[in-house]
């Protein structure tokens, strides 16, 4: 089985995808990551050197070699994977597909302190612009409503909301 946790940029994916692969014993992989292994540069540079669209092209490569090859794997997902069909299907089809729905109040407050490079991140002056951003979440969102799992990730510790992840993927029969 492989799970692969998709939501907004700081809902929690990566931190929570850890914990959870702890959990179940399975192994990690974090998207960004393993296409930055593969081609030396990373996601936010690809963006920034390539444009959006290449970063997707790479996540479908990555994605069906990943989907293809392995098992046992929690998934953590970029924000935007899914906003290239053919990624969604492939991630409908070939994994357990789970939205940390995470409140955006929570997401704004944790983009404000967002350490790393994030070149989506939309900012006006210098801070964050908190409409832009809204807006961005917004289009995004019926997208991630499509995922077969909605997981409503109100914690702020990422342990406690893998437990509760588990939790509720084993009551829904799907672990």
């Given at each position: 089985?492989?799970?692969?946790?998709?939501?907004?940029?700081?809902?929690?994916?990566?931190?929570?995808?850890k914990?959870?692969?702890?959990?179940?014993?399975?192994?990690?992989?974090?998207?960004?990551?393993?296409?930055?292994?593969?081609?030396g540069?990373?996601?936010a540079a690809?963006?920034?050197?390539?444009?959006?669209?290449?970063?997707?092209?790479?996540?479908?490569?990555?994605?069906?070699?990943?989907?293809?090859?392995?098992?046992?794997?929690?998934?953590?997902?970029?924000?935007?994977?899914?906003?290239?069909?053919?990624?969604?299907?492939?991630?409908?089809?070939?994994?357990?597909?789970?939205?940390?729905?995470?409140?955006?109040t929570?997401?704004?407050?944790?983009?404000?302190?967002?350490?790393?490079?994030?070149?989506?991140?939309?900012?006006?002056?210098?801070?964050?612009?908190?409409?832009?951003?809204?807006?961005?979440?917004?289009?995004?969102?019926?997208?991630?409503?499509?995922?077969?799992?909605?997981?409503?990730?109100?914690?702020?510790?990422?342990?406690?909301?893998a437990?509760?992840?588990?939790?509720?993927?084993?009551?829904?029969s799907?672990?």
């Open positions: 089985m492989i799970i692969a946790l998709t939501g907004y940029m700081a809902t929690g994916k990566t931190a929570v995808g914990v959870l692969a702890d959990l179940t014993g399975f192994d990690f992989v974090d998207l960004d990551d393993f296409i930055e292994a593969f081609t540069i990373s996601s690809i963006i920034r050197k390539y444009g959006e669209r290449s970063l997707r092209v790479w996540e479908n490569k990555a994605l069906s070699e990943l989907l293809m090859e392995r098992d046992d794997l929690v998934l953590a997902l970029g924000g935007g994977t899914i906003t290239e069909a053919f990624n969604l299907h492939l991630l409908k089809n070939y994994a357990l597909l789970v939205f940390l729905d995470t409140p955006f929570k997401i704004i407050a944790r983009l404000k302190e967002v350490r790393g490079d994030r070149p989506m991140l939309i900012m006006k002056n210098g801070k964050l612009d908190e409409r832009a951003v809204e807006a961005h979440y917004r289009k995004r969102l019926p997208l991630y409503e499509q995922a077969h799992v909605r997981f409503i990730n109100e914690e702020n510790d990422p342990s406690e909301a437990k509760r992840l588990l939790e509720q993927l084993k009551k829904q799907y672990v």
